[in-house]
């Protein structure tokens, strides 16, 4: 999986490995493994997942024993009843009218139609309606085998934007919707992230404005060493924004203009001086994805310079330590 995200793109994976990651006690840890490999083995066996898809699919998520037998068509009775029981109390609750699908449930469900555990498909390239900011020419949209979504211009080599996208973003989709769902699912990805909520596993995101992304032993986590961080589409950028969830396996580096796509006021500002940032697609957000577009006029603490170099006027904005965004322009009227 990429540097720039979760080391197993899973709402579920998340959930579970991130406990053992979140306790800080030794015996807690302990339990928090144990407690996870529980969850994994209750849904080791194929029939209770059958029972989990069958009950997702019914009316109300719920159905009754003998429909719910019936529709996994399972015969043993005996067998039929063990493996609901075991799901009984966490992953399913047995009412008045007979079996309903809990929260629980529905996470494990999510996580298998995202298409991470069984799916690989391929898109693109797709030529798109924006150029390169770098050399003009026409950027692509490319979806591989390795679960990431590319923007690149192949005159040049410009990676405009790379991110993480499910296959299950690929389903029912043509080209165009595809590279319109991977804008809006990226914009919602990060703008969790930033606000300090994980977007996966709902954990504490730790955020901090960092130049250091170059250097040896900045990266969050295990992967310092790893050749392919190099590789990150923003590295070039003097500064970025690192989020890392306490609970689960998701970091990440975003660039520092999208901080301004979280504040109101901004994308406020920005849309009066001509620029919409909600139909424009991130890759073709100057102050985004354009490493000139970011500088560093602080480094204690550290405060950030974000210019808007596609608005018809000048603006700039200040991203300080704190994350507050000062209008840089405004202040100077």
């Known amino acids: 999986m990429a540097e720039y995200f979760d080391k197993a793109d899973s709402t579920f994976i998340l959930d579970c490995a ?19 490999e529980s969850a994994f083995m209750t849904l080791s066996h194929d029939l209770r997942l059958e029972i989990l898809l069958a009950l997702w699919d019914a009316p109300g998520f719920s159905l009754s024993f003998s429909e719910l037998r019936k529709t ?57 309606d924006e150029h390169c900011r770098s050399c003009g020419g026409r950027l692509t949209f490319t979806y591989d085998t390795d679960y990431i979504a590319r923007i690149r211009c192949d005159d040049c080599g410009n990676r405009a934007l790379e991110w993480p996208f499910d296959p299950g973003g690929i389903a029912d989709r043509d080209d165009g919707a595809i590279v319109a769902a991977f804008d809006r699912r990226t914009r919602l990805v990060w703008s969790c992230a930033l606000e ?3 977007p996966f596993c709902a954990g504490r995101i730790d955020r901090e404005l960092t130049t250091r992304v170059h250097e040896e032993g900045a990266c969050i986590g295990v992967i310092e060493q790893l050749d392919r961080y190099d590789e990150y589409f923003a590295r070039d950028h003097p500064a970025v924004v690192a989020v890392d969830c306490d609970r689960c396996s998701f ?22 001086a001509g620029l919409a940032v909600r139909e424009t697609p991130l890759w073709d957000l100057g102050f985004v994805v354009d490493a000139g577009a970011v500088a560093v006029r602080e480094t204690d603490p550290l405060c950030v310079e974000v210019s808007v170099v596609d608005a018809p006027e000048s603006l700039a904005f200040t991203v300080e330590k704190s994350f507050e ?3 840089e322009t405004t202040a100077e009227m």
């Open 251 to 272: 970091y990440s580096f975003v660039p520092v203009g999208v901080v301004l796509l979280t504040r109101p006021a901004v994308t406020g500002r920005l849309h009066d």
């Open 196 to 198: 300090g909520v994980c």
């Open 325 to 327: 965004v000062i209008d």
């Open 18 to 36: 991130g406990l053992a990651r979140m306790a800080s006690d030794p015996s807690e840890r302990a339990q928090a493994a144990t407690d996870a």
């Open 72 to 128: 996994v068509g399972e015969r043993d009775s005996g067998s039929f009843t063990y493996h609901l029981s075991e799901l009984q109390d966490h992953f399913v609750a047995k009412t008045d009218e007979g079996y309903e699908l809990q929260y629980p449930g529905h996470r494990v469900l999510d996580a298998i139609q995202s298409g991470v555990f069984h799916e690989q498909v391929a898109v693109g390239p797709v030529e798109l």
